[in-house]
């Protein structure tokens, strides 16, 4: 069981501004938009952050394809939190409306969907935390800093608006993704 030096680490450019933390189980970043903590595996990873550049290396053995995609997805994962927090993310999602015109609207920290399929009372579902919703005709965005959030709070949207007995094929009213949470352009 060798361990390649190379196969060991990975290196990931990070913009100016954005400083990483690490705890005892636990990851966060600040940046110019905010700040994410989330789990981290530090007893099988070890990340370090110089000049720009952060560094994770496997404490574990290399050499198995499991800790090979460990250390790629967290690559990843700090890649993504880097880019989120310094140019935001962004999803937009599209109102169907084919049978009862729906009204679609944000109340603080909740998307209220009000007249869907003529109920009524409205069904609601909240935001994760650090997202925020914007209602304009039929298209609703969602913005934020952490791409993990924003793209859950887009399925939890899909979700509450999930048609239960009635034919999906004639019944297609609802809240449809129509653009992934993506990181926004660099301005």
Do not use: C
Not at 95 to 102: G, K, S
Request: proline share 5%.
């Amino acid at each position: 069981m060798s361990t390649d030096p190379d196969r060991s680490r990975e290196v990931v450019e990070i913009p100016t501004g954005i400083t990483f933390t690490v705890s005892p189980g636990r990851l966060g970043a600040k940046g110019p938009l905010g700040h994410v903590e989330r789990p981290f595996p530090s007893d099988v990873i070890e990340l370090t952050a110089k000049g720009g550049k952060v560094t994770l290396k496997l404490r574990i053995a290399s050499d198995r394809k499991r800790s090979q995609s460990l250390l790629k997805t967290w690559a990843a994962h700090v890649r993504n939190l880097a880019q989120g927090l310094t140019f935001g993310v962004e999803a937009k999602m599209k109102v169907v409306a084919a049978h009862f015109p729906m009204k679609v609207s944000v109340r603080g920290e909740e998307l209220v969907i009000e007249n869907f399929l003529g109920e009524k009372y409205p069904r609601t579902t909240r935001l994760w935390p650090g997202t925020k919703a914007v209602v304009e005709g039929d298209i609703v965005t969602l913005t934020g800093h952490d791409v993990e959030q924003v793209g859950q709070s887009a399925a939890n949207i899909e979700r509450v608006t999930h048609i239960r007995d009635y034919d999906p094929r004639v019944f297609q009213d609802g809240i449809y993704l129509t653009e992934r949470a993506h990181m926004k352009e660099a301005a």
